[in-house]
């Protein structure tokens, strides 16, 4: 049993999967989407098919909510009775919610908070989020468990393509990732992000058949002999191909622990246009 009691708060950006939440009682920031019009709270009243509808009339921007919206998450955490908060987010690589919170967090009173910056994007944050779930319940101490979740970080990989490389460039998030590939050469890139936490390009295949096969032999590679490990499948108004992917993969990893399906949430689709489809990969023993 668990001496400590210890809350764990994830940003919406990491996608872990709404029943994985609720079985661990995890509480979350959602990002917002900003249009001239108004703002949208992430996964709450804006989904990702009308994000996809009005990309040809505006690309959104994202952030956290402000200060006082994040105030009253914490507050909640207090009431119900928690003295320690593990706090999972996106890179801050990629993202201000790591700096953000991390701040907040140093000055909130009566709350033992630690934020972790996973490095990662997506449902490759949601793995580690889920895994600090998942140690969280087997009664580690919040020192012992910040410990392990660090030492972790690098057993985890994120690995995404998309239709176009456009969005990456209009959000800023292009990072590492050369941007003149692409259409002409039909290349598309294999994304990733590197140990700062920034994309960067993992591999080049030719047309899109081959770019889900390279996705496949990269995790296959990653897992190596590992014998305890887990697999998340992501898509972005790539529904099929998702499916096609997923199949994939449980037949190359008959004993994963676990393969889990979903798709990316509104906030991550302004950055990554239609057509992505990812992986995020964790390897435990």
């Known amino acids: 049993m ?33 249009y001239k019009e108004r703002t949208y709270t992430d996964k709450v009243d804006i989904t990702p098919e009308e994000v996809y509808r009005r990309l040809e009339e505006e690309v959104p921007s994202t952030s956290l909510p402000n200060g006082a919206q994040i105030q009253k998450v914490l507050e909640k955490i207090k009431e119900d009775g928690y003295e320690k908060l593990l706090i999972v987010t996106i890179s801050s690589g990629l993202s201000g919610t790591y700096n953000v919170l991390r701040l907040i967090g140093q000055e909130e009173e009566g709350l033992e908070v630690y934020v972790l910056d996973t490095k990662s994007i997506g449902i490759g944050a949601g ?14 101490s919040f020192e012992v468990l910040i410990a392990q979740l660090k030492k972790e970080i690098v057993q985890n990989k994120v690995l995404f393509n998309v239709g176009t ?30 140990e700062d936490g920034v994309y960067y390009t993992v591999a080049k295949s030719r047309g899109r058949k081959r770019s889900i096969d390279k996705l496949v032999e990269i995790a296959e590679e990653f897992i190596g002999n590992h014998q305890e490990f887990r ?3 992501a898509q ?26 979903g798709t990316i949430s509104p906030a991550l689709v302004v950055h990554t246009g239609p057509g992505l489809l990812g992986m995020g990969i964790q390897v435990i023993h």
């Open 236 to 261: 972005g108004d790539a529904y099929e191909e998702g499916l096609q992917l997923k199949a994939k993969i449980e037949a190359r990893f008959p004993n994963a622990k676990e393969i889990l399906f």
């Open 231 to 233: 697999i998340a499948v």
């Open 2 to 34: 668990n001496q400590e009691k210890i809350a764990l708060l994830v940003d919406s950006g990491t996608d872990v999967p709404q029943d994985v939440m609720e079985r661990y009682g995890i509480y979350m920031i959602p990002l917002q989407i900003i």
């Open 165 to 194: 490389l456009e969005y990456l460039q209009k959000g800023g998030r292009i990072g590492l990732v050369t941007s003149i590939i692409g259409t002409a050469l039909k290349l598309n890139p294999t994304i990733s992000c590197n």
């Open 127 to 140: 793995l580690q989020a889920i895994r600090a779930a998942e140690l969280i319940d087997s009664g580690l």
